[in-house]
């Protein structure tokens, strides 16, 4: 989905679900992938402790043509999405806390 300024959003399509009210975070994963369950869990920390933010995740292998477009080179990858689903932060590999919140600033 393009917004109005022609700028790559993601959205219900792309993410099988509504995005959160204030930012969402897309987490791109794969089976085998250890650094992606502590990333899971992770996101699911921040997201209880903030408000109108959802965690959503993706299985990289099972979405590859949205993996190719958005140029997701490995897993864990988070795209920190603003309330409109624009792409705000992204960042690989196994995130802290803080990183996320800290990042969550660009989007709420």
């Known amino acids: ?4 300024d022609g700028e ?5 399509a792309e ?11 897309v987490q791109f994963s794969s089976a085998f992938c250890a650094p ?14 903030v408000d109108g933010v959802v965690h959503v995740e993706i299985d990289a292998e099972a979405q590859l043509a949205l993996v190719r ?6 897993t864990p990858t988070v795209l920190v999405l603003d309330a409109g689903g624009r792409i705000v932060r ?6 802290r806390k803080a990183d996320v919140i800290a990042a969550l600033g660009a989007a709420v």
């Open 1 to 4: 989905m393009r917004g109005r």
């Open 69 to 74: 477009e958005l140029n997701i080179l490995k």
């Open 15 to 25: 993410l099988g679900t509504a995005l959160g009210e204030r930012a969402t975070l």
């Open 8 to 12: 790559r959003r993601l959205g219900v």
């Open 90 to 95: 992204r960042a690989s590999g196994q995130p």
């Open 36 to 49: 992606c369950r502590a990333t899971r869990r992770t996101l699911e920390e921040v997201t209880a402790m």
